[in-house]
């Protein structure tokens, strides 16, 4: 690969690992020496924990949507739908699930996605799957997972967030649901636009790289700051073991409660993941947070309310349902093994 | 000319139309923009990510904001 910019990215790339690197000690340093706060009061506790956790995640945040931009400047919802068409119902699930972690996609082209995939012959039991895995497995929340709870969470949840997609839609392609997709759907007759594939070559990559980077970084941040802030708030000040009985093992109704309050609430991983990392730390036990992160990550009621322009209300009803049926299983399926 | 800015309403597809009009403006370019908002005509297009960006009813982009240069460069091939 030959880059004109290749030593100014190596620089680049060399600074955040030592910024990464010394960013513990800088701030136990700024906070005992500079600030020279008492290291066992509560508060010094809070503050230590914004003034690091904050930049630790960005960084982590930077660096990964940096890098998933690069990879996903090799796939498009065109290259994805031409590997789906056809595609027999569990193979296609399976596949779909694993794409649509990489596809660019975004909540605002949900529907112009998904009449572009049944348009195009891609089965709806295979589609949902990926209209699944799209918004639920994404990297802003895979790094904040990876950040603040370690990468055994991470991969749990990319596990576990792939299971659901791909099962979720097997089960809606055995439903047979078809007839309450609405009609004018079928009816679409797209031009075939031969949008050529820009020859794109390796500067073009990082460029598209550094723009998910901005976009991403500029949407997010504020939540990343307010969700740290309140796990700060949480984590200095609520007793040890507050929430075991609200939300630990011994509640067994904790995972569907849980489920049912994540349900409609709107929130991006952003905000919710440092928020779910202090529960955790107060004694919320790691399947019913992790059946609450998916529930508000993965089904959203206003991207639900978008989809009713082309899917009639028992193929909704069906497609929440089922998805949070799969997330309660999963809860409680953690709650038991840990 | 006819430009036609193809979106259901997210940040990008205003975005995308403030690009164009800025283009076009600066460039005293004799163009009509358009704005296609109704799902189902959007669809006509083919297109899967939105903001679409269509030029004498040829889909020049999809899903990306182009730059400055990438859009004059189109609307002068016109």
Not at chain 1, 4 to 22: D, G, S
Not at chain 1, 239 to 245: C, I, L, S, T
Request: proline share 4%; hydrophobic share 50%; glycine share 8%.
């Amino acid at each position: 690969m030959k880059t004109k910019n290749a030593n100014i990215y190596l620089a680049a790339l060399i600074i955040w690992f030592l910024i990464y690197w010394f960013l513990e000690p800088g701030v136990n340093f700024f906070v005992c020496n500079i600030l020279g706060l008492d290291k066992t009061s509560h508060i010094t506790e809070t503050i230590r924990f914004f003034i690091y956790e904050v930049p630790k995640v960005l960084l982590l945040l930077v660096l990964i949507v940096f890098a998933v931009g690069i990879i996903r400047s090799y796939f498009s919802p065109e290259k994805t739908r031409k590997l789906l068409e056809g595609k027999s119902l569990f193979t296609g699930n399976v596949m779909a699930g694993l794409l649509g972690t990489v596809t660019p996609f975004c909540s605002c082209s949900a529907i112009p996605l998904f009449l572009g995939f049944i348009e195009a012959g891609v089965p709806l039991g295979v589609t949902f799957s990926f209209l699944i895995s799209a918004p639920m497995v994404n990297e802003v929340a895979l790094v904040l997972l990876f950040g603040l709870l370690g990468w055994q969470t991470a991969l749990l949840y990319l596990i576990t967030g792939l299971i659901i997609a791909i099962f979720s839609g097997y089960i809606i392609g055995k439903l047979k649901l078809e007839r309450y997709v609405e009609d004018w759907v079928y009816q679409i007759k797209a031009q075939n636009n031969n949008l050529e594939e820009a020859k794109i070559n390796f500067d073009d990559r990082i460029n598209f790289g550094l723009q998910a980077v901005k976009d991403i970084v500029s949407k997010v941040w504020i939540y990343i700051v307010i969700g740290i802030g309140v796990g700060a708030g949480i984590h200095g000040y609520v007793p040890q073991n507050f929430m075991a009985g609200l939300m630990g093992k011994s509640a067994w109704w904790s995972v569907p409660a849980a489920v049912l309050i994540g349900v409609p609430m709107y929130s991006n991983a952003a905000g919710i993941i440092p928020i779910v990392q202090a529960l955790l730390e107060k004694g919320a036990s790691l399947g019913t947070v992790l059946a609450f992160m998916m529930s508000v990550i993965g089904l959203s009621l206003p991207e639900t309310i978008i989809l009713k322009k082309v899917l009639k209300l028992p193929l909704i009803i069906a497609f929440v349902s089922i998805t949070a049926f799969g997330i309660i299983l999963v809860g409680f399926l953690f709650n038991l093994i840990y | 000319m006819v430009i036609k800015i193809l979106g259901t309403g997210c940040a990008r597809c205003k975005n995308l139309e403030q690009k164009v009009k800025e283009v076009v403006g600066s460039n005293n370019i004799s163009a009509e923009i358009e704005k296609v908002t109704e799902i189902a005509d959007i669809m006509k297009y083919g297109i899967m990510m939105t903001p679409g960006l269509v030029i004498n009813e040829v889909v020049k982009s999809s899903g990306t904001i182009p730059s400055d240069e990438q859009i004059l460069q189109w609307l002068k091939e016109n």
